[in-house]
C-alpha cells in the first residue's frame, strides 16, 4: 500500500545549487501536506506544510510546490547548504489525522 | 524549545515478552500518535489518541497492541507478546487540538525508541 511515494531514495547536490525532492501520492482525498527531515538517531522533524487549497507555500530557502492533478509535491532547496543533508520525508493526510509517509529521499549537499 | 521525548532510547527483549514504550508528549498537546519505521521501510503510522480514546489506528495495530494515557505527561504504547516482526523504530509524536475549518496542526515528532526482538 504505497499511497505516497518518494521514488528517489538519494539525491546529491553541490553546495549552493538548488535541491529538489519529489513526491507523489496515489489518494486524491489528500488534503495536507507534510515535510519533514529526519538526522540519524533522531526523530523526524517538521519543515513545511501545504495544503490543498495552495499551490505554493514558501519559507526561507524552503519552497514546496503542489500540483494537485499530477498528484505531485515538491520541495525545493536553494540555496542547499551541507547542514541539509538528511532524509526527507513527505507525509500526506485525507480527514483524519493520520498520516502517510514516504520512504524518503537522502539528500547529501556536497560542500 | 519544548519536544517529545521517549524511553528508552533502545529497548532489547525476547520474543514473547510484554514491552512499554514511553513517551512524553508535548506539555500543550492533546493529539497523540505512535508511528514505526522497521529498517529501510517507510515510517507508517500505528495509532492516534484523543480525549482518552483511540481516534484512529491503523491495520497494524491488532490486539497485541494498546496504548494508554496512565496520567497528565505519559503516553505509552504497550505491545503484549513481541514477535520479531516488531523490531522497529517506534516514533511518538503529539500536536495541538486540530485547527477550525479542518485545518491540520503539525504532528511534532519523538527521537525514536529502537525496539531489538530477539
Known amino acids: 500500500d504505497q499511497q505516497v511515494k518518494q521514488n528517489s531514495p538519494s539525491l546529491s547536490v553541490q553546495e549552493g545549487r538548488i535541491s529538489i525532492l519529489n513526491c507523489d501520492y496515489t489518494?486524491?482525498?489528500?488534503?495536507?501536506f507534510l515535510w519533514y527531515k529526519k538526522y540519524p538517531a533522531e526523530g523526524p522533524t517538521f519543515l513545511i506544510s501545504?495544503?490543498?487549497?495552495?499551490d505554493k507555500n514558501e519559507d526561507g530557502r524552503f519552497t514546496v510546490f503542489l500540483n494537485k492533478s499530477a498528484k505531485h509535491l515538491s520541495l525545493h532547496i536553494v540555496p542547499s547548504q551541507p547542514g541539509d543533508s538528511a532524509v526527507y520525508f513527505c507525509?500526506?493526510?485525507?480527514?483524519?489525522?493520520?498520516?502517510?509517509f514516504g520512504t524518503g529521499t537522502s539528500l547529501t549537499v556536497i560542500p | 524549545e519544548p519536544e517529545v521525548t521517549q524511553t528508552p532510547s533502545h529497548q532489547v527483549t525476547q520474543m514473547g515478552q510484554e514491552v512499554i514504550l514511553r513517551c512524553v508528549p508535548i506539555?500543550?498537546?492533546?493529539?497523540f500518535y505512535w508511528y514505526r519505521q522497521i529498517l529501510g521501510q517507510k515510517v507508517e503510522f500505528l495509532v492516534s489518541?484523543?480525549?482518552?480514546?483511540?481516534?484512529?489506528k491503523s491495520e497494524i495495530f491488532d490486539d497485541q497492541f494498546s496504548v494508554e494515557r496512565p496520567d497528565g505527561s505519559n503516553f505509552t504504547l504497550k505491545i503484549r507478546s513481541t514477535k520479531l516482526e516488531d523490531s522497529a523504530m517506534y516514533f511518538c509524536?503529539?500536536?495541538?487540538?486540530?485547527?477550525?475549518?479542518?485545518?491540520?496542526?503539525?504532528?511534532?515528532f519523538g527521537a525514536g525508541t529502537r525496539l531489538s526482538v530477539l
Open positions: 509524536a503529539s500536536s495541538p487540538t486540530e485547527g477550525l475549518m479542518g485545518a491540520k496542526n503539525i504532528q511534532y
Open positions: 489518494n486524491s482525498m489528500f488534503d495536507y
Open positions: 501545504i495544503s490543498s487549497i495552495k
Open positions: 507525509a500526506a493526510s485525507a480527514l483524519g489525522n493520520q498520516f502517510y
Open positions: 506539555s500543550n498537546h492533546l493529539y
Open positions: 489518541f484523543y480525549n482518552n480514546e483511540i481516534s484512529e
